[in-house]
């Protein structure tokens, strides 16, 4: 089963906390999950911020994929482990972005509470989808 880290600075807005826990009992089914929370630097997030290894990160600067595409990224890769991150209200530092594989959920500037409840509905959308659910129509 994949382990995925999920990080993101701050916890979520407490109106979006049960939206949060129905998308990550959802993926749970998938893939094992961690939320994790990191301490807001208040600045650009650099490397010193996060924690080491390979990391996609969110930001409108990333790619956008398809929902085939984001479910075959996530669930039919080889690697077991993945870690997002979803970054503050300053977005992450020009090295950050040239080292990291990037995603983007929309070209569009996205609140970071909403930013993060559409991304946990599109990764409990790619792991029904590659399951071979029937949730993505």
Not at 7 to 33: D, Q, T
Not at 67 to 77: H, I, M, N, P
Not at 92 to 118: G, N, Y
């Amino acid at each position: 089963m994949k382990r995925i880290t999920l990080y993101r600075f701050g916890p979520a807005a407490s109106e979006l906390r049960e939206l949060e826990n129905h998308y990550l009992k959802l993926i749970a089914r998938y893939a094992k999950v961690e939320v994790r929370t990191l301490k807001d630097p208040g600045c650009i997030v650099s490397e010193e911020h996060l924690p080491a290894g390979d990391l996609i990160i969110l930001s409108e600067h990333g790619r956008e994929y398809t929902t085939a595409e984001f479910s075959d990224l996530v669930f039919a890769g080889q690697q077991t482990d993945l870690t997002f991150v979803l970054g503050n209200a300053f977005g992450f530092d020009a090295e950050l972005r040239k080292s990291a594989k990037m995603l983007s959920l929309s070209k569009l500037t996205i609140a970071h509470d909403l930013a993060w409840a559409v991304f946990l509905e599109q990764l409990y959308r790619a792991g029904n989808l590659h399951a071979g659910g029937h949730y993505h129509k």
